[in-house]
């Protein structure tokens, strides 16, 4: 089964009084990398939702954002000391006429008016929204992953047959080569044994065999298959396998000289390359 690293998930979850909501964005990342946005949460709930995250995931980015559309009570208190001192300072100032002041002449001086704000705690229905969005988060990166892996299958089927055709054309190539070689002797008129073109083709058979990059391929798409049927289809080892798959295509591709064929490894190599793309998205 395959997971995206791209989704989204929210949640809500309510009592009497309060409700909070959480939202959860991921993206690609080799690791677990997590963010939070909006205003600042206890240390305890911010560990949970890490532990939580950390859980449920292998590896990608993830934004979480927890509010409530909780309402503050706001509590005013006056320094009343602090406020007499001022009176009696201002009493004997030569630059102070009168000593009426006004809740504007209070507010920016530091320690005459204090502003309380009490805040619910929202941990317990924070917890429960971070579950539900997990859960549905989980979901998107599923239904991210199924259409990641329609690309992925049909892409490895034509890898499949690309190399079932090589597999059965690969003695033709011989002849081809030998071929050539006969008419290059040919056209530039070089007198040479049968013996001398037998070593000579020999030699080319042994410097452009395909046998073992094609071996290796089928090594590579079976372990490709075995993969897709895991319950998790790992995102890294995926990559680690078409790298190894790139390089065994790459030569394969620079081995073969018949137009044909050669265009059909080029081929190869280029939805390798896509196949790579594709596994950077998976987790």
Do not use: W
Not at 54 to 67: A, C, P, T, Y
Not at 120 to 131: E, F, P, S, Y
Request: aromatic content about 8%; charged content about 35%.
């Amino acid at each position: 089964m395959f997971f995206s690293m791209t989704g989204y998930g929210s949640g809500q979850a309510t009592s009497k009084k309060m409700e909070v909501l959480c939202e959860i964005k991921s993206v690609n990342n080799r690791f677990i990398d997590i963010s939070f946005k909006g205003y600042s949460l206890p240390n305890d709930l911010e560990e949970y939702i890490k532990n939580q995250i950390k859980k449920k995931f292998l590896r990608g980015s993830f934004e979480v954002k927890i509010f409530d559309n909780f309402q503050s009570d706001h509590s005013y208190e006056l320094n009343e000391e602090s406020i007499r001192n001022l009176k009696k300072t201002l009493k004997f100032s030569k630059d102070f006429k009168h000593i009426n002041l006004k809740l504007s002449d209070l507010k920016d001086i530091p320690g005459l008016l204090a502003v309380k704000t009490s805040k619910k705690d929202i941990a317990v229905l924070g917890k429960k929204a971070l579950n539900i969005a997990i859960k549905k988060l989980v979901e998107s990166r599923a239904r991210e992953g199924q259409q990641i892996e329609k690309i992925i299958l049909a892409k490895t089927l034509f890898l499949k047959n690309a190399h079932h055709k090589l597999f059965k054309s690969a003695p033709s190539l011989l002849r081809h080569r030998e071929k050539a070689i006969r008419n290059k002797f040919i056209q530039k008129k070089i007198d040479i044994s049968k013996d001398d073109i037998a070593n000579e083709v020999s030699n080319l058979a042994i410097k452009h065999d395909i046998a073992e990059e094609l071996e290796r391929i089928n090594f590579h798409i079976e372990s490709l298959n075995k993969l897709f049927k895991l319950k998790n289809a790992h995102g890294k080892k995926m990559d680690f396998i078409l790298q190894e798959m790139f390089r065994e295509v790459n030569t394969l591709s620079v081995k073969i000289e018949k137009s044909d064929l050669k265009d059909l490894a080029l081929t190869m190599k280029l939805k390798v390359e896509e196949l790579r793309e594709q596994a950077l998205n998976l987790e």
